[in-house]
């Protein structure tokens, strides 16, 4: 197995291991050793299906059952595409559609869940012919270029993370009743310890506000820390090749999906998710030998 620098902060290539193998122990471990330290791996040339995807993602953690009113909604794979069963585009005005354009602001998955994902695990099956392609940022770097006073401000702070906050952003409609029933806005903490990493940054378009704080002054100080990750040396850019699957860190890294011509050219990507053992608290350490 060898490790590809693609970014002089974090993210790895990872050449000569293939996800459907029966891999010793020692090998997946490599494998996390490297999640924990690099944030975002990618494996290129990956010919599998559903079933062996979900196979690699569950040896590395408990995987999430997709959300009502997701595509893949009661089972482990969530499908993210623009276009129907029979191949054809769906209309700009689609639910998917809209659901996409909202994956076109910085996240990280699950935030928005009572325990969220850890890992998502991003496979590409048909992608658009240019563009379309998925940007990473380094929160461990955000944070670490924050300054002390606001370090120490926002060490002990909760967040409050919320689905419908974040589509109401695209479509105040776009949110049902039985979601919002299901996915009850949560707390989660503002900043996450990954012990020997450091500490990384947890926000992103779910968080709708900050525990103690008035509406006020809390959407200033989260329009003041979400301008931090559009700082260019703290970001990568996935250029997507058909086969491509990218095991990435919700908890160190945010991302976000970047347009294409989603009239003309068909992208169908499929995610599994791999859940957090139990929900975070601000004393939560990660990127221990018993962890991911």
């Known amino acids: 197995m060898e490790l590809i620098p693609l970014h002089p902060l974090f993210a790895i290539e990872v050449r000569d291991f293939h996800l ?21 791996l990618v494996f290129r040339d990956q010919k599998i299906d559903d079933s062996c995807q979900i ?53 990280s998955d699950s935030s928005f869940k009572r325990i969220p994902a850890r890992a998502s695990v991003l496979r590409a099956v048909v992608i658009p012919p240019e563009r379309g392609e998925t940007e990473y940022v380094s929160q461990r770097a955000v944070y670490k270029s924050l300054s002390l006073d606001l370090k120490q401000k926002i ?6 993370h919320d689905y419908s906050h974040s589509r109401a952003r695209i479509d105040s409609e776009l949110v049902t009743e039985d979601e919002k029933r299901v ?86 990507m499929v995610r599994t998710t791999i859940s957090c053992k139990e929900k975070l608290n601000l004393n939560s350490v990660f990127g221990t030998h018993e962890d991911l």
Not at 20 to 38: G, P, Q, T, V
Not at 67 to 89: E, F, H, Q
């Open 155 to 160: 060490g002990r702070m909760w967040g409050i």
């Open 183 to 268: 996915l009850p806005p949560v707390r989660q903490p503002m900043v996450i310890n990954h012990g020997p990493y450091g500490k990384s940054l947890y926000i992103g378009a779910h968080l709708s506000k900050i525990e103690g704080m008035g509406q006020e002054e809390g959407s200033g100080l989260i329009q003041q820390l979400m301008k931090l990750p559009d700082k260019k040396p703290f970001i990568y850019r996935h250029r997507w090749k058909v086969h491509d699957v990218v095991l990435w860190d919700n908890l160190s890294v945010m991302h976000r999906a970047t347009p294409f011509e989603n009239q003309n050219s068909g992208r169908t």
């Open 20 to 40: 459907c193998k029966e891999h010793h122990d020692s090998e997946l471990e490599n494998i996390k050793k490297a999640f924990r330290r690099y944030s975002v």
């Open 55 to 107: 196979r690699f993602s569950e040896r590395l953690g408990p995987l999430e059952t997709t959300k009502l009113g997701t595509d893949g909604a009661g089972t482990k794979l969530v499908r993210l595409t623009n276009m129907d069963s029979g191949g054809r585009i769906l209309r700009q005005s689609s639910r998917a559609l809209l659901n996409n354009k909202a994956n076109q602001i910085w996240h």
